[in-house]
């Protein structure tokens, strides 16, 4: 339980960092309100946006991390594709009409090294950002990161509670949903 709760923890910093990543990485400036109007309610702050402000980066900085996913961009898209074939490869070995449980375990193993670069790639990248970082901003990047963790166990309970209210207990039985009101016409004889 702890290795999946870490996991999550590692995998949401990384998933904060990827959106820094590619807010730098994209020379964009917020849209300002024109002729007095303000952000409609419906309308939500660009996440990226307010985190890269928040964080200060530097010019420097800035033109770093962008040279440094130009250079992951590729390295990752590469890695992310063999993880796609990996999984359609298992899938297609267990599914089979005759299952072989030594093609299984080798599919298996595939998919297994195809995650493990994935997230090799993701986590240097994290670490080159944070050497790009200095102690201030990595500080503010802690705070960032731990809003965002609160905001998204918020989602994942309120998410539970509707799961929940939806199930019957059967992984595999349908969803329960309201029986549908159909009105009475009948058919001209």
């Not at 130009?70 to 089979?96: F, G, H, V």
């Not at 090799?120 to 965002?148: A, W």
């Amino acid at each position: 339980m702890k290795t999946i709760n870490y996991f999550r923890v590692a995998a949401f910093s990384l998933t904060m960092l990827v959106f820094v990543s590619a807010g730098v990485a994209q020379e964009t400036k917020p849209v300002e309100p024109q002729d007095g109007q303000s952000q409609g309610a419906n309308q939500q702050p660009d996440i990226r946006t307010n985190a890269l402000r928040q964080l200060g980066l530097s010019r420097e900085q800035v033109q770093q991390i962008r040279r440094m996913n130009m250079e992951r961009k590729p390295l990752m898209d590469e890695a992310q594709n063999r993880l796609r074939l990996a999984n359609r490869s298992l899938d297609d070995a267990i599914y089979a009409d005759q299952v072989n449980d030594t093609d299984v375990q080798a599919r298996l193993k595939e998919v297994q090294l195809a995650q493990a670069d994935v997230a090799r790639i993701r986590f240097m990248n994290e670490l080159s950002v944070r050497k790009i970082l200095t102690p201030e901003q990595l500080v503010r990047f802690r705070e960032l990161r731990q809003r965002f963790e609160q905001v998204r166990e918020n989602i994942e309970k309120r998410n539970a509670g509707r799961k929940d209210a939806n199930r019957s207990g059967d992984a595999f039985a349908p969803r329960q949903t309201r029986p549908v009101i159909r009105p009475n016409i009948q058919k001209p004889q």
